[in-house]
Structures are given as structure tokens and as C-alpha cells.
């Protein structure tokens, strides 16, 4: 079942490992099956050096185990979750990168402080609020999830592919699980360039026109960066 989606959640899980960005089991990624409504994630635990294609785990969208003989990752209800409220979304990263992580134990969101930032995320990317002891006790990660979603009430997840949970780490997404673990390497770099700016300068924000030209520029009717496909009759 879902051979291929299979394939390309190990990759994925295999490429966030060796970009550096996760030690150890302390990351996941995951894929969803728009169609069949199945989600494939990463077994719970398992060293990324170990895992194999017929580890992943199949779920529907209510975290039932439809296909797998090990347990699914704790964070699965997290990415369920997401995938529920998210439709653009076919896939999520989850890490516990240093530069990240660090915006996100300190509860700041990362500001917009370059082209770099802008090229990938439209405005600054935020951090929720924390949880509260009762959200924490019951359905810990089914409340991650949702407070994610909430914090997103305002904002579009297409244009802004991640968020630091308070005191947690980041989540990012993207259209599949590759484009998710790109978006977790963007989101570190830029998570270190902000703390070294603002090591320098304070915050320094973007101009807004600049903010727009860049993220504008490869996203969306008007983009003009990179290769165009050449009509060949």
C-alpha cells in the first residue's frame, strides 16, 4: 500500500538526518495520500541508519493504524492534525534544529530580517503561544496541532511553510515530504542569520517592498526565478 508516498518519506527522513538538522530520533517527517486520505509517517524511535521502506506507517486522518507493524511517530497527531487544516499542504518536518529551537524556547517569533528569509517565507515566522497545563495533560500532541492551526488563523500556511512551537521546536511543510525537509533547512538558516543580526544590530527589519519582490519573485503568477520550460515542436 502507497509504495511510492512510502519511498519518499524514507528519503525524506533519511535526508533531514544526514543535512545535520536532527540528532539522534529527534525528528520526523511525514506524506499524505490526498485521495485515499492516508498519511505516512515515520516509525516512533527508530534510528533514521535502520529504517526501511516497510517501516513507514500508514494512518487515516483520525490516527488509526492502517497499514504497519510499528508503532507511528509520537508527533503523528501533530502532523494529522495539520494535514486536516491545511489542505496545500502534502507534507511536514519536524525538527529540533539548534537556531530554531532556540526562537522557539526563548517564545519569539523569527523576524523578517533579509532576502534570504523573504525568498521562502512571506513575513516572519511565527511562534505560538504556550500550552496550558490542561492542553499539555490531555492529547498533548492533538493540542500542538491544533495551536498551530490557531496560530495560523491569520496567516497563509503556503506563504509562511513553518512555525516554532513555544518552547518545542519547528514544524514546516511543504507540497511532498522533500519540499518539507528543504523548507526545515531554509528555516534553520535563517533562524541563525536572524540571531547573528540581531547579535549586530538589533532587529532590522526588511522593507516591505523589498519583502515582496523577493518572496514574489519565485512565488506565485509572476515569478521569474529559475529555468522556464522551453516549448520544443
Not at 54 to 59: A, H
Not at 123 to 129: E, L, S
Not at 143 to 154: A, Y
Not at 173 to 180: D, L, M, S, V
Request: overall charge negative; glycine content about 10%; charged content about 20%.
Amino acid at each position: 500500500m502507497l509504495i511510492k508516498l512510502k519511498e519518499e518519506v524514507l528519503e525524506a527522513n533519511i535526508t533531514l538526518f544526514k543535512s545535520g538538522l536532527v540528532l539522534h530520533t529527534w525528528g520526523n517527517v511525514s506524506g499524505i495520500d490526498r485521495e485515499n486520505l492516508l498519511m505516512v509517517v515515520k516509525p516512533s524511535g527508530v534510528g533514521y541508519d535502520k529504517m526501511k521502506t516497510n517501516d513507514m506507517v500508514v494512518l487515516d486522518l483520525e490516527g488509526n493504524i492502517i497499514e504497519g507493524e510499528l508503532l507511528p511517530s509520537s508527533d503523528a497527531p501533530v502532523h494529522l492534525e495539520l494535514y486536516k487544516n491545511f489542505p496545500c499542504i502534502g507534507g511536514i518536518a519536524h525538527t529540533h534544529s539548534t537556531h530554531a529551537t532556540a526562537w522557539a524556547q526563548a517564545g519569539r517569533s523569527i523576524p523578517a530580517m533579509g532576502t534570504s528569509h523573504a525568498d521562502h517565507f512571506y513575513g516572519d515566522i511565527p511562534c505560538t503561544r504556550k500550552l496550558s497545563s490542561e492542553e499539555t495533560a490531555g492529547n498533548y500532541e492533538k493540542n500542538t496541532g491544533r495551536l498551530i492551526v490557531d496560530t495560523f488563523k491569520n496567516i497563509d500556511a503556503s506563504s509562511v511553510p513553518g512555525v516554532l512551537v513555544n518552547d518545542h521546536g519547528p514544524f514546516t511543510w511543504g507540497n511532498n515530504p522533500g519540499e518539507a525537509v528543504f523548507n526545515a533547512t531554509v528555516l534553520e538558516e535563517v533562524a541563525r542569520m536572524a540571531i547573528l543580526t540581531h547579535a549586530i544590530s538589533g532587529y532590522d527589519i526588511i522593507d516591505k517592498h523589498l519583502l515582496d519582490k523577493h518572496y514574489l519573485r519565485k512565488h506565485g503568477r509572476d515569478t521569474y526565478y529559475g529555468q522556464k520550460k522551453k516549448n520544443h515542436e
